[in-house]
């Protein structure tokens, strides 16, 4: 019995300062990828920046949702009504439809989405969200 305590103990003491800090939020699919699945992890840096790891999986090629469209974009948004996004990434697929990027920004709270675009250089979001969500970072 004392050998449990001290493991959860360790646990307590070790493992969570490296996992309270991680906020984790279900990205939500669109109605063009019904499939598709995503996650975002969000910590707070020293220097008070949000570093963001996304994750998808079961997304289609942009070409196939939105026809001319060759990548995907990343953006971020602060959730007043007058903020305008800004792209923080290009996400890229393997073969299995899945993709990561580790990006960051210095809003908080604010939306996330991703839009298939034409190219990974446009400054503004032609289409609509294929994946979305809120994040607000404790």
Same mark, same amino acid.
């Given at each position: 019995?004392? *050998?449990?305590?001290? +493991?959860? =103990?360790?646990?307590?003491?070790?493992? +969570?300062?490296?996992?309270?800090?991680?906020?984790?939020? %279900? %990205?939500?699919?669109?109605?063009?990828?019904?499939?598709?699945?995503? @996650?975002?992890?969000?910590? *707070?840096?020293?220097? !008070?920046?949000?570093?963001?790891?996304?994750?998808?999986? @079961?997304?289609?090629?942009? !070409?196939?949702?939105?026809? !001319?469209?060759?990548?995907?974009?990343? =953006?971020?948004?602060?959730?007043?009504?007058?903020?305008?996004?800004?792209?923080?990434?290009?996400?890229? %697929?393997?073969?299995?439809?899945?993709? %990561?990027?580790?990006? +960051?920004? *210095?809003?908080?709270?604010?939306?996330?989405?991703?839009?298939?675009?034409?190219?990974?250089?446009?400054?503004?979001?032609?289409?609509?969200?294929?994946?979305?969500?809120?994040? *607000?970072? @404790?």
């Amino acid at each position: 019995m004392m *050998r449990v305590v001290r +493991m959860m =103990w360790i646990c307590l003491v070790v493992l +969570m300062p490296g996992c309270a800090g991680t906020t984790s939020v %279900l %990205l939500v699919p669109g109605p063009k990828t019904p499939l598709a699945e995503g @996650r975002v992890d969000a910590v *707070r840096d020293e220097a !008070g920046n949000i570093q963001l790891t996304i994750e998808v999986k @079961r997304l289609s090629e942009p !070409g196939a949702i939105v026809p !001319g469209a060759t990548a995907w974009m990343v =953006w971020v948004q602060g959730l007043k009504a007058t903020d305008k996004p800004i792209a923080v990434g290009v996400l890229r %697929l393997d073969q299995d439809g899945s993709g %990561l990027l580790q990006t +960051m920004t *210095r809003l908080n709270p604010f939306g996330l989405f991703i839009t298939a675009e034409p190219s990974g250089a446009e400054e503004q979001p032609h289409g609509e969200a294929v994946l979305s969500t809120q994040v *607000r970072v @404790r």
